[in-house]
């Protein structure tokens, strides 16, 4: 296994105890060569699966964990597609896995207008195998939308399936209680929400990225005249100081850590505009672009944490055209978000929050990218020419999400010391956690051992009471006989 990360998964969801985490990793190993995971495709599944609409992934809960859907009402049991079943759930979960890695997930089963012929508890210990096995740390919690009180003795026993930390990730709810876990807008009507989304397949669902307000193209917000009074300032600033040429020139990289150095944010490339923006310091090494920051963009309530850098770095040979589009496309304003980038050059992209919008761990944005011929253009015409003609195949894609920064406590007066001492604090009460779950699983394995005393015990007095009562038996039969 190359992947460090998810041998500690592994190891934490297994207490660290080696021995344990080594069988669940053998264990998901034989089920990947069963399944071929690697390998799973649209085509490997039967398209009458996709249609019915009874799992698929959208939306996101209020911690932006994506919601993984299941529509118990739709499920029927039959042992002749339950295979096939059983690669359509893993090849949900691989491509999330490949799409948003270390993103944990968010299991709603929706029971309503269920009954007991969509019971099938095979099939759930799997779904439960699936998570607690072949993904470790993958669940973020299990939401049970209206169960009926006919399956409550069936959940009892799917208790039993879960480990100690599972089941706290376990939530019975009700249609007044759902919205404490996810906000109306990605709630279905029936739910009580105002999401709209109807699944139809093809194809299959996905997040609805939209072209963000920009300003290197049409601009779709109250703010186009103000834009367009900064552009028009800044030629004049930029030709006024610079060879026009010089300004526009694309900038050289190596590619190294310090290719960016935090002095050149500040300068005057762009009239400013970087002025201000963090640098990223994570990478995401694409087969065309490496995109920087390599997972999430940071924003925060303060003026300095509106503001976020991403930059691409053309590692290929020839011209690279790309484009970022957005979940949020009201919220952020993104300066170039359609252009391309020549051979061995970079190009800094400013994200922006902008009309009193704040960031919602919801909203994500997606980086696409595809190699350029020669002879195409650079122009936003050609650009867009060249995106409706490019295949699927070749363009690469990269997600990012949003991480909203947490702004300190108004009444709170920190001394020096005290970050670290909150810091401690913090780590000491995950330790607590990991040790108290430790504990509930050692007590766990106990139960079982005292258990399993107790019956050995009750088996040897029932032997020790049949001995007596044969001993007595044979006793007197050898006395009557004598007599």
């Not at 080594?22 to 995971?37: G, H």
């Not at 028009?232 to 150095?261: G, Q």
């Amino acid at each position: 296994m190359k992947d460090d990360s998810l041998v500690e998964g592994y190891l934490a969801w297994r207490m660290n105890v080696v021995e344990d985490a080594l069988k669940m990793i053998d264990e998901s190993l034989l089920w990947r060569k069963e399944y071929t995971v690697n390998d799973l495709s649209e085509s490997c599944i039967p398209k009458w699966m996709f249609e019915t609409g009874a799992v698929f992934l959208h939306g996101y809960d209020k911690e932006g964990n994506k919601l993984f859907w299941f529509k118990v009402k739709l499920h029927l049991k039959d042992a002749k597609t339950f295979q096939d079943k059983k690669k359509y759930v893993a090849f949900w979960l691989e491509s999330y896995a490949k799409r948003e890695p270390g993103m944990p997930l968010t299991v709603v089963f929706d029971m309503s207008e269920s009954g007991i012929s969509n019971i099938d508890m095979e099939f759930v210990k799997y779904i439960i195998s699936c998570f607690k096995v072949y993904y470790p740390k993958f669940l973020s919690k299990m939401i049970m939308y209206e169960m009926p009180w006919i399956m409550n003795a069936a959940w009892k026993i799917v208790k039993t399936w879960l480990g100690p930390e599972a089941i706290s990730k376990l939530k019975f709810v009700s249609k007044s209680e759902i919205q404490g876990f996810i906000d109306p807008e990605y709630l279905p009507p029936h739910m009580g929400g105002t999401d709209s989304f109807k699944y139809t397949y093809p194809p299959l669902p996905d997040d609805d990225f939209q072209s963000p307000v920009c300003e290197n193209g049409p601009i779709v917000s109250e703010d186009e005249s103000e834009c367009k009074d900064a552009e028009m300032d800044c030629k004049e600033s930029l030709e006024s100081s610079f060879n026009s040429e010089v300004a526009t020139k694309p900038r050289k990289v190596n590619f190294s850590e310090d290719s960016l150095k935090p002095d050149d944010l500040d300068k005057g490339d762009g009239c400013g505009r970087l002025k201000g923006v963090r640098r990223p310091v994570t990478t995401f090494k694409g087969t065309l672009l490496h995109i920087s920051p390599a997972e999430e963009l940071s924003f925060g309530s303060k003026d300095t944490e509106k503001k976020c850098l991403i930059i691409l770095s053309n590692v290929t040979k020839h011209q690279v055209a790309f484009k970022v589009r957005t979940t949020a496309p009201e919220k952020y304003r993104v300066k170039p978000s359609n252009s391309s980038c020549e051979p061995g050059t970079s190009m800094d992209i400013v994200v922006s929050l902008h009309g009193g919008f704040q960031a919602s761990p919801q909203d994500r944005f997606l980086v696409m990218a595809a190699e350029m011929e020669q002879s195409s253009g650079a122009a936003l015409t050609e650009l867009a020419q060249f995106w409706k003609e490019v295949p699927k195949a070749k363009v690469m894609e990269h997600r990012l999400r949003c991480l909203v920064l947490e702004s300190p406590k108004p009444n709170s007066i920190l001394s020096p010391g005290s970050e670290s001492t909150l810091a401690s604090g913090t780590n000491g009460h995950q330790d607590l956690h990991t040790t108290l779950v430790r504990v509930m699983a050692i007590n766990s394995r106990l139960e079982q051992k005292l258990d399993m005393c107790l019956w050995i015990q009750k088996l040897l007095m029932t032997l020790v009471s049949f001995l007596m009562v044969f001993s007595f038996s044979t006793m007197y039969l050898m006395w009557t006989s004598y007599s």
